[in-house]
């Protein structure tokens, strides 16, 4: 049986795992399939594939429909906005993804993002290398505001990591669990209260339809000055509106992993020195990425064993 790897930086050790398991493993990781990736590219990469340990990239059902051979698709993270699950359904292919193991990473870059636009040590140390002497004085992160919209796994591990900070942390969900509030130190709002008084807004909500969560009007409605952050997709935000809200000086940064097609080195976003762009590395640490790579793998083991475990949906 034949997996295909298209998720980047797939370790050795997963590689061997699988084949010691009987498996054909082809790494086709390095070929700059992302997000938004278009049929007729993907199709070459795929069409032999009796497993795929699947990336970003997109599966539309008109792709999935031509791989007569795909059994199972397991994502090496958590979204499924890009797999078309309707699809998947009436194909009989199978999905999982790895739960639980890429939260705390994505955790740590908003942190990283929040952090460098309260304290900007780019600045400074740009400054020393200049060899001036310039104590700037920063907004600082104490008794920021930060408003979380979607509250789950990163949600969560946001909180635990902002909170002793000293920071404030609302966040607006569909259904908030009471309980939530009292056990990670925040409060439930309304999207109207979180985008009147947070300073740092992350959006980490999955993309589910065809019109973005932030578009003009929303955007319009944030607090002035504050700062966007999207680490969920990239069509979650509409990046041309974005770009219209930090040229007229309404908000004062924004921070941005995931774009609409990837890989992209050609946003809009890229005039602004005041937008702080990733390649959607939120979850790229050397730790969570082995971790995760062995979690695809055991999904894939386990799957077309009938063996169930909790981090597969």
């Known amino acids: 049986m034949k997996v295909v790897v298209t998720t980047k930086d797939f370790c050795e050790e997963a590689k061997r795992y699988l084949e010691s398991e009987g498996f054909e493993v082809a790494l086709r990781n390095r070929l700059g399939i992302g997000a938004g990736a278009p049929d007729d590219v993907l199709y070459p990469v795929v069409e ?8 970003t990239e997109t599966y539309r ?10 059994k199972l698709i397991c994502r090496n993270g958590i979204g499924y906005d890009a797999i078309n699950l309707d699809a998947l359904r009436k194909e009989g292919i199978g999905q999982t993804r790895t739960k639980g193991f890429v939260e705390g990473a994505v955790a740590e870059q908003v942190m990283a993002y929040i952090l460098y636009f309260a304290r900007r040590v780019d600045l400074q140390s740009a400054d020393m290398h200049d060899h001036c002497w310039n104590s700037r004085l920063m907004p600082g992160a104490k008794n920021h505001t930060i408003g979380l919209v979607g509250f789950g796994g990163i949600g969560t591990e946001v909180a635990k990591r902002a909170v002793p900070f000293g920071m404030k942390v609302i966040y607006f969900c569909r259904h908030p669990n ?12 309304s999207m109207e209260e979180l985008l009147k008084k947070a300073i740092t807004l992350s959006c980490g909500s999955a993309y589910g339809s065809d019109v973005p969560s932030f578009n003009e009007e929303r ?5 002035a000055g504050s700062v966007l952050i999207n680490i969920a997709r990239g069509p979650v935000v509409d990046e041309e509106a974005l770009a219209q809200a930090l040229a007229s000086g309404h908000l004062g940064g924004c921070a941005v992993d995931v774009f609409p097609k990837e890989p992209c080195t050609n946003s809009v976003l890229t005039r602004y020195a005041n937008a702080l762009l990733t390649p959607h590395s939120a979850t790229s640490t050397a730790e969570n990425s082995k971790a995760t790579n062995f979690a695809a ?5 386990n799957y077309l064993k009938k063996i169930l475990t909790p981090n597969m949906s």
């Open 219 to 223: 955007i319009a409605q944030m607090k």
């Open 297 to 301: 793998a055991n999904n894939l083991v």
């Open 48 to 55: 032999d594939a009796d497993a795929i340990i699947a990336g």
């Open 178 to 189: 009471p309980a939530d509030d009292a056990a990670y130190g925040v409060q439930s709002v």
């Open 61 to 70: 059902p008109e792709l999935l429909a031509r791989l007569r051979n795909l």
